[in-house]
């Protein structure tokens, strides 16, 4: 759409398909930065290696992790809070500290349908996502005097590894494919909304989540 894009993760491999994807696309310069985003020097160089104010920032990193709560443990819940919740605030405070976000920017929280509704033996993860929704409502407040507008995406099921990853560990997803009228989503479905969030067309939203679930929940 644009953009040059500054794409971050830690599997090297997975990075330079990015980037590879990204050349074949756009001639801008895009670049990749290997981060583990749970570890605050290694957030401290993505700041650092920007160079300047960016216009938008998509928060996608994040892990799902089932337990049912009586299985629970501490880690679990440090895990999914670390990469989910830690990271893209703190990633935020890094960049707003340096004033990297330009005015009139827009930042994006990848959340989920699981802060919204109930599923058995996804509540910390569901906790972690309905901790970035309330937080966005704040930062939101916070960055509004510099039209700098935060929201989140709220998907539900979308085809990506980490559904797979699911799928693997709860043998088959075609009884939840059936709850969904419009199957579920691709991950061009996400892209497209933040594109939406990112772009002036979104300029009078903001500390709002919007809800993407193919159906999901209308009954
Ligand atoms: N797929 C779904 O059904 C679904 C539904 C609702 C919400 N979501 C949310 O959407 C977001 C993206 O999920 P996805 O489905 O695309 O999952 P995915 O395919 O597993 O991708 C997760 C991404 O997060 C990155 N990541 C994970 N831990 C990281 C860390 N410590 N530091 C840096 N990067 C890290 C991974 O990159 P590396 O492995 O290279 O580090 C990868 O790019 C997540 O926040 C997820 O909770 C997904």
Sequence with gaps: MGAEVVGVGRDEA???????TLAEISSKPHRTIRADLTQAADRDVV?????????????SAGISRLSPVRMLTEQHLREVQAINVDAPMMLTQGLLKRSLIAPDGSIVFIASIAAHIGVAGV???????????????????????RRIRANCLSPALVETPLLDATATMVGSMDEERKAYPLGFGKPDDIANAAVFLL????????????????????G
């Design 47 to 59: 700041v650092d290696a920007l160079g300047g104010p960016v216009n938008g920032v998509v928060h």
């Design 123 to 145: 509540a910390a993860y569901s906790g972690t996502k309905a901790a970035l929704i309330a937080m966005t409502r704040c930062l939101a407040m916070e960055v509004v005097k």
């Design 199 to 218: 772009s002036g067309a979104s300029r009078w939203v903001t500390g709002t989540t919007i809800v993407m679930d193919g159906g999901l929940t209308i």
């Design 14 to 20: 997975r990075l330079a398909k990015t980037q590879e």
